[in-house]
């Protein structure tokens, strides 16, 4: 839906450059623009390849499966439902040290793994299950200690100091996260049948 919009903006725009003589103007936004998205596309590339590669090899060091157990009691607390050696707690645990680590892209096969192994913990059924809405609020508010990609987005456009972002995305990711997980736990205790 989101893309018939913009679809929709991009081509009024178009028309009504053309029919006020600003067809010049916007052939050069164009151009500008495409050449400014190629450059913030290789730039990111880099950005998210070392990410990547950092996750990769803290998986092939075990950093990840400790980690993962020292994240045991949240996963307890946040998925309680979830057998304790379930493949669905490790990709969880994946995917929210990615989101921490503000490697958004990173925790993407993650988070469809998680969802996944969730699925088959739902057995079938065509609603999402209370630990599908909780993974999925975790992962959309995204705690996040160090913003990467917004870092990396203010350093293409030249920021004075990009990494000054990091304090305001802390509180504003830890507010996000803090509510979502408060709001899931009072609609799972307001639905539980008495």
């Known amino acids: 839906m989101l893309n018939y919009i913009w679809g929709f903006m991009i081509i009024i725009g178009i028309i009504v450059g053309a029919f006020q003589g600003s067809f010049q103007e916007i052939t050069e936004g164009i151009l500008d623009a495409s050449k400014e998205a190629i450059q913030l596309c290789i730039m990111m590339l880099g950005v998210i390849g070392m990410w990547n590669g950092l996750m990769k ?3 092939a060091s075990g950093l990840i499966n400790r980690l993962t157990k020292l994240m045991s009691p949240l996963i307890r607390f946040l998925f309680p439902r979830i057998p304790k050696n379930h493949p669905a707690n490790s990709y969880i645990s994946a995917n929210i ?3 921490i680590l503000g490697l958004g892209w990173a925790c ?3 988070g469809l793994l998680a969802m996944e192994e969730l699925n088959k913990l739902n057995k079938g059924s065509t609603l999402a299950s209370k630990e599908m809405c909780m ?3 975790v ?3 995204s705690l996040q200690l160090v913003t990467i990609n917004i870092i990396a987005y203010r350093a293409q456009y030249e920021s004075a100091n990009p990494q000054e972002i990091i304090g305001p995305g802390i509180l504003a990711t830890l507010c996000s996260t803090a ?3 408060v709001f ?3 609609m799972e205790r307001r ?3 008495k």
Do not use: D, M, W, Y
């Open 57 to 59: 090899i803290a998986e």
């Open 97 to 99: 040290i990615a989101n």
């Open 108 to 110: 993407t096969p993650t």
């Open 135 to 137: 993974f999925l609020i």
């Open 139 to 141: 992962n959309l508010s």
């Open 179 to 181: 509510a979502g997980i």
């Open 184 to 186: 899931v736990k009072i």
């Open 191 to 193: 639905r539980q049948p």
